[in-house]
């Protein structure tokens, strides 16, 4: 077995996928319309579904928003270098809620943003991938 697709509903998927694909650079893999069921489909990730965990994007046409309600958390992303990360989702129109720095209780480095839907996309460094806050960021004693 393994994990194939985690599904988001979506308010406007054009603003969905501009950020999936433009902000966060992952590849829209393939989309369909079902005039009967009135919804669209769109799937996006980093590789083919054949290898990789994706995400599906649904639109319920005519709905333009959700309750996220309180039991989801978060979609995560493993990256090299956390802080070029954020600078370039920044750069791209994205929006980092939680800048850089160890988690709570932990030494993991972490940063979150937002989508457009409000759903939250954590960013984990990668372990094996040190890196160091850029100079502007470090505080003095």
Known sequence: MRLLHTMLRVGNLEKSLQFYC???GMT???QKDYPGGK???AFVGYGDESDHTVLELTHNW???SYDLGEGYGHIALG???IYKTCEDIKSRGGQVIREPG???HGTTVIAFVGDPDGYKVELIQLKDKPVAPPQES???A
Do not use: C, I, Q, S
Request: hydrophobic share 50%.
């Open 62 to 64: 005519g709905v333009e």
């Open 79 to 81: 990256v090299d270098d």
């Open 102 to 104: 160890p988690m709570k």
């Open 22 to 24: 433009d902000v966060l």
């Open 138 to 140: 470090v505080a003095t």
């Open 28 to 30: 829209l893999l393939r």
């Open 39 to 41: 919804f669209t489909l």
